[in-house]
């Protein structure tokens, strides 16, 4: 199922071909291509690596997420328990005490919903109520009965590359041709499954599994897994490569993360997830302005 792009043409003709709409759980649809699609982050965690706690109260979530909305999101993604590193991962029953309060309200004011979770009864409880589409950081491993509950619901899914047992020192054999192939595993999986693969969007997972020169090289090549004909979502958003590479803390880094935001569109990316919507807006403006301009 790998398909590897060895043209310049090829890779022109991918990044050309690129308006698609994909059909949501509930009657909704996505519709990629036209502008880059801006995911709003919303954390109802005490603990998430850059904002935990501040929308912790499901009254203060709802507003934010509104807010997001009214400053460009086009999908608020809702997620209830952190996966920062060192974090403890708080059971689902918790993680669905969370979440559905805040996606019930969303829900009813027409919010297009994704879920940041990567536990089957977290899913369904949230499809249920409301949700659109699930971001599975696990990539259907760390809980083999997602992709039951994507298949019931018909269900799209951002499908995340994670190879978090990669352990210090170690190396990929090719980073990106790996990460290609895990992901193109996971797909070819989902598809036996009953899922379709018009309803899989991917993401390479940055920060997980990688060090920061791997993340910038995923950033700069990101061009290649338009090979794989899926739609692509990156999230840079504040993350420790970012840190890493200008030397800042977590509140200091949007400078570089508009920088992500903007090399990721450039090189193809068609949902970039952010918390800082208003800013990163305006950065997809700008840079769909140009990247789209015909004369």
């Avoid at 949230?126 to 019931?152: R, W, Y």
Wanted: aromatic share 4%.
């Amino acid at each position: 199922m790998l398909r590897l792009l060895n043209t310049k043409d090829s890779i022109i003709s991918a990044l050309e071909d690129r308006v698609e709409d994909i059909q949501l759980a509930h009657g909704r649809s996505l519709e990629l291509g036209k502008k880059t699609l801006i995911m709003g982050i919303l954390n109802v965690t005490p603990d998430s690596f850059s904002d935990g706690g501040r929308f912790f109260d499901p009254n203060y979530a709802v507003e934010h997420a509104l807010q997001m909305v009214e400053d460009g999101a086009d999908i608020i993604d809702v997620g209830g328990a952190s996966s920062r590193p060192d974090s403890i991962m708080v059971d689902e029953n918790e993680e669905i005490r969370r979440i559905l309060p805040v996606i019930e309200k969303l829900a009813e004011k027409g919010v297009l919903l994704s879920v940041d979770t990567f536990r089957a009864r977290v899913a369904e409880e949230a499809l249920a109520q409301g949700a659109h589409l699930i971001n599975d950081i696990g990539n259907f491993e760390m809980d083999p009965e997602l992709l039951k509950v994507l298949c019931k619901w018909q269900a799209p899914v951002v499908l995340m590359h994670n190879r978090m047992q990669v352990k210090p020192g170690e190396v990929y054999d090719d980073l990106v041709a790996d990460i290609i192939l895990d992901l193109e595993q996971s797909i070819a999986r989902a598809v036996a499954a009953g899922l379709p693969e018009e309803r899989i969007i991917v993401d390479p997972g940055l920060g997980f599994g990688k060090t920061p020169g791997e993340n910038r090289l995923l950033l700069k090549r990101l061009q290649d897994f338009r090979s794989m004909g899926r739609p692509l979502l990156i999230g840079a958003s504040r993350k420790n490569f970012i840190g890493r590479t200008l030397n800042l803390e977590i509140e200091e880094r949007l400078e570089g993360s508009l920088a992500a935001v903007v090399i990721a569109i450039m090189n193809g990316a068609d949902i970039v997830r952010v918390h800082d919507v208003k800013e990163s807006a305006r950065v997809a403006r700008m840079t769909d302005a140009v990247r789209l301009e015909n004369g």
